[in-house]
């Protein structure tokens, strides 16, 4: 197989095995990331995950602030290829005019679903049962570029935004090492702008958890936000971050949606508008993530938070 000069563009975890394996099978000349970051009450400086890679690897790194202020360097090496995944920047029209197809950007989404930043939250928010990869053509708008490959993952009811991260970055890893060899003949695919739809940054907004909701919606947001940024509801005024739960079979009930009805061994029934879900791992405010059997073991009289209601 021949071996391409690559730039790789990407930035987080979700970007390292795709890296890797271009370094396993091809030439990266050099990686495009982010940049570092402060972190913590000591400002730390923490690399982007790919950085690391790319160190280890002894692979240049080049980290702009605005990437459209700071490409004509990328031009001079020459690459056959830019590939970029979860970069977190759009590519300047200069580097697509040079280039043209031969940008290539690795999206986790079966394009056009959930254009966007936030494409594995969004899927699993909406309760899709299916999601997968998509290898396109970058062009100026957003994630609209011609499809090369496409490669599907089920969703199922156990996964949440961590696990379909960790399941859709090696099906990314895969797809593009099997696609490469032959991309140059491979046919384009345009996409159907009527069956396009967006996948937004989440925001504080999405992060609150409402129960005035069919459960099996609410069982969805609160797994499509975890483990980060993690969905949150008021309880008594204070933040209760909620993990993890399920949904109870069994009959609708008379009372306010948020209204807790239950105190069970592994965790709180909650009313909703179509029935009850049990919260079974949350984070109160000022205190660490734990299950709610270890919450409620720190209430003396548990049954008095039956009737408190989540807002």
Not at 256 to 264: K, L, S
Request: net charge negative.
């Amino acid at each position: 197989m021949k071996r391409l000069k690559i730039v790789f563009m990407g930035t987080p975890s979700f970007s390292v095995p795709v890296l890797e394996s271009l370094i396993d099978h091809h030439e990266v000349i050099l990686v495009v990331t982010q940049p570092d970051k402060e972190i913590g009450r000591d400002r730390e400086m923490q690399y982007p995950p790919v950085k690391e890679v790319a160190l280890k690897h002894g692979i240049e790194v080049f980290q702009p602030v605005a990437l459209k202020d700071n490409w004509k360097s990328i031009i001079n090496l020459k690459p056959n290829y830019i590939i970029t995944c979860a970069y977190g920047q759009m590519v300047p029209s200069e580097l697509l005019d040079k280039y043209p197809h031969h940008c290539i950007n690795v999206h986790a989404s079966l394009l056009p679903k959930y254009r966007g930043g936030a494409p594995i939250h969004r899927a699993i928010m909406r309760g899709e049962y299916e999601t997968g990869i998509t290898i396109m053509e970058m062009v100026e708008r957003m994630d609209a570029g011609d499809i090369i490959a496409q490669r599907s993952i089920e969703i199922t009811d156990y996964d949440n935004v961590g696990t379909m991260h960790d399941k859709l970055s090696l099906v990314a890893k895969d797809l593009l090492i099997d696609v490469l060899p032959t991309i140059d003949s491979m046919p384009r695919k345009r996409q159907n702008e009527v069956e396009v739809t967006n996948a937004f940054t989440i925001n504080r907004k999405d992060e609150h958890i409402s129960f005035d909701n069919p459960k099996r919606g609410i069982y969805n947001h609160i797994r499509g936000l975890n483990p980060w940024p993690v969905g949150y509801a008021l309880l008594s005024n204070k933040e209760i971050k909620i993990y993890e739960s399920y949904m109870k079979e069994g009959q609708h009930y008379d009372k306010v949606p948020g209204e807790i009805i239950e105190i069970y061994e592994d965790g709180i029934g909650v009313n909703t508008r179509d029935g009850e879900i049990v919260l079974t791992v949350i984070q109160p405010e000022g205190k660490k993530k734990m299950t709610v059997k270890d919450y409620l073991n720190g209430i003396e009289n548990k049954q008095s938070l039956i009737g408190k209601v989540f807002m």
